[in-house]
Nanobody, 127 residues
Framework: QVQLVESGGGLVQAGGSLRLSCAAS????????MAWFRQAPGKERDFVAA????????YYADSVKGRFTISRDNAKNTVYLQMNRLKPEDTHVYYC????????????????????WGQGTQVTVSS
């Protein structure tokens, strides 16, 4: 079965950096658009970033543009989220997601496109 396992979350001071990883199994990783979403308690799950099959196209939420970078290693079946200049408002549970829909046939920020989800990893940014 398909599994997405996030890691790399933790506690960091404002202005610091973290790198999240999401290891995928049970799917042909290079055929899936991958994305990161985040969710605070009692709030909706929000889009953070997405990356196309080859990694040639990326898309970011305005709130993280210029600070976060999504990348993937298809040989390792892993997608990453490098988070720099972290702010307290970046405190969320971060989720990895995968969809087999073609990049050009979807809106990457659309939560409903994604078929598979990880369990999430907590990121806490202290002020």
């Amino acid at each position: 079965q398909v599994q997405l396992v996030e890691s790399g979350g933790g506690l960091v001071q404002a202005g610091g950096s973290l790198r999240l990883s999401c290891a995928a199994s049970g799917l042909t990783f290079s055929s899936y658009v991958m994305a990161w979403f985040r969710q605070a308690p009692g709030k909706e799950r929000d889009f953070v970033a997405a990356i196309s099959w080859s990694g040639g196209s990326t898309y970011y939420a305005d709130s993280v543009k210029g600070r976060f970078t999504i990348s993937r290693d298809n040989a390792k079946n892993t997608v990453y989220l490098q988070m720099n200049r972290l702010k307290p408002e970046d405190t969320h549970v971060y989720y990895c997601a995968a969809t087999s829909r073609a990049w050009y046939l979807m809106r990457p920020e659309g939560l409903h496109y994604y078929e598979y989800w990880g369990q999430g990893t907590q990121v806490t940014v202290s002020s």
